[in-house]
């Protein structure tokens, strides 16, 4: 099977390839969302610890950094993908982007409570058409209550299109969305 490569489009670290997990196991994120994602936040990224929930190959993180976030952290659960995580951030070899191989859903608010800058909280799990995930929004909307809201500049959630938040989640307010097709982006703030 051949290997499946990205390039970050943007930022300091422009044109750089990164391998992308087996779509068996993820689903990564669109070029045209990740465009879109970082045309509407580049100039709020500076100064701000950005955090994706569901890591895949850290493709947003590695992007968030090249384009000036403080800080990056990819949290992946599933091993295989976690190991091009690890692969993709050792060949950017930057000291400001660490991988965590844990369940999100556990380790979330202590990494969040963990931050001394405010945190971008990039979440993309995956939608609930796959077998198991079924009630994957219901445990998200759960975890956004969990954690420390202080520390959170922004909370952006990429999910299937069919699925609508509601208008706050706790004390954060949907600012916007925007539809690609079967993905939509979600902003809370």
Do not use: W
Not at 20 to 46: A, E, H, M, Q, Y
């Amino acid at each position: 099977m051949s290997k499946i490569f990205t390039t970050i489009s943007s930022g300091k670290f422009k044109g750089k390839k990164l391998e992308l997990p087996s779509l068996k196991t993820t689903r990564s994120t669109k070029s045209i969302v990740k465009g879109s994602f970082f045309d509407t936040l580049r100039n709020d990224l500076r100064g701000k610890v950005f955090i994706e929930g569901f890591g895949g190959s850290a493709v947003m993180a590695c992007e968030a950094l090249s384009n000036g976030a403080l800080s990056a952290v990819a949290i992946e659960k599933d091993k295989a993908a976690f190991a091009l995580t690890r692969k993709n951030m050792q060949s950017i070899d930057e000291i400001n982007l660490k991988a965590v191989n844990a369940d999100s859903f556990l380790v979330l608010p202590d990494i969040i409570a963990s931050q001394k800058s405010p945190v971008l909280l990039y979440l993309d799990p995956p939608f609930d058409i796959r077998d198991g995930f079924d009630d994957i929004y219901d445990k998200l909307l759960t975890l956004i209550i969990r954690v420390q809201k202080d520390k959170i500049f922004m909370i952006v959630f990429e999910h299937i299109s069919s699925f609508k938040f509601p208008e706050n989640i706790g004390d954060f307010a949907l600012l916007k969305t925007k539809k690609f097709g079967a993905t939509t982006l979600s902003y809370f703030g």
